[in-house]
T-cell receptor
Framework: AQSVTQLGSHVSVSEGALVLLRCNYS??????LFWYVQYPNQGLQLLLK??????LVKGINGFEAEFKKSETSFHLTKPSAHMSDAAEYFC????????????FGQGTTLQVKP | EPEVTQTPSHQVTQMGQEVILRCVPI?????FYWYRQILGQKVEFLVS????????KSEIFDDQFSVERPDGSNFTLKIRSTKLEDSAMYFC??????????????FGEGSWLTVV
């Protein structure tokens, strides 16, 4: 069965510092991987997705993630944090094929300090 | 940008009561989903819906849950007899085609259900 683990339920960085949010997955088949962001009082918004093309995926708002099969990881990074990045971030996995079923991690709350 | 809208944003209901959560998916989307997140837990898939029938459902989606597309725009989740453990944020989502791989699944802002 597929699963996703996000290491760290809360991450705090200073404005301008590197953001690193960790995600490890478990899947018996090559997965599709996603990062969603939820800003306060808003819905889940897709940041980026990996669907077996390039292993380094660029998303919106300067975020990117790298798929590493050997480490079963899909960590999310941003070189320089902005105050507006404060939100909850969810990593998710989906099986290839015709399914709309996403398996989510528990989420990581990102705090950005001035 | 088109968006998925959900009503109500927050509902408090007594245990045993029926609740209907409403969603308006993006207009040209054909696939609809409900997910939920119990406080402090993961976002969980409940059900997917296409062509007026359920495509897939999780083990959570038991007989007390039902979904319906009563008209051309709304997509509803009904909980027949609510339990305390149904308290959660319920997310509606939609996509143009089935599958998360090549298609973006768009989520609404969620409906927070509190059962007392």
């Amino acid at each position: 069965a597929q699963s996703v683990t996000q290491l760290g339920s809360h991450v705090s960085v200073s404005e301008g510092a590197l953001v690193l949010l960790r995600c490890n997955y478990s899947s018996s088949v090559p997965p599709y991987l996603f990062w969603y962001v939820q800003y306060p009082n808003q819905g889940l918004q897709l940041l980026l997705k990996y669907t077996s093309a390039a292993t380094l995926v660029k998303g919106i708002n300067g975020f990117e993630a790298e798929f590493k099969k050997s480490e079963t990881s899909f960590h999310l990074t941003k070189p320089s944090a902005h105050m507006s990045d404060a939100a909850e971030y969810f990593c998710a996995v989906s099986e290839p094929g015709n399914t709309g079923k996403l398996i989510f991690g528990q989420g990581t709350t990102l705090q950005v300090k001035p | 940008e088109p968006e998925v809208t959900q009503t109500p944003s927050h509902q408090v209901t007594q245990m045993g009561q029926e609740v209907i959560l409403r969603c308006v998916p993006i207009s040209n989307h054909l696939y609809f989903y409900w997910y939920r997140q119990i406080l402090g837990q993961k976002v969980e898939f409940l059900v997917s819906f296409y062509n007026n029938e359920i495509s897939e459902k999780s083990e959570i989606f038991d007989d007390q849950f039902s979904v319906e597309r009563p008209d051309g725009s709304n997509f509803t989740l009904k909980i027949r007899s609510t339990k305390l453990e149904d308290s959660a944020m319920y997310f509606c989502a939609s996509s143009e085609a089935l599958g998360a791989a090549g298609n973006t699944i768009y989520f609404g802002e969620g409906s927070w259900l509190t059962v007392v």
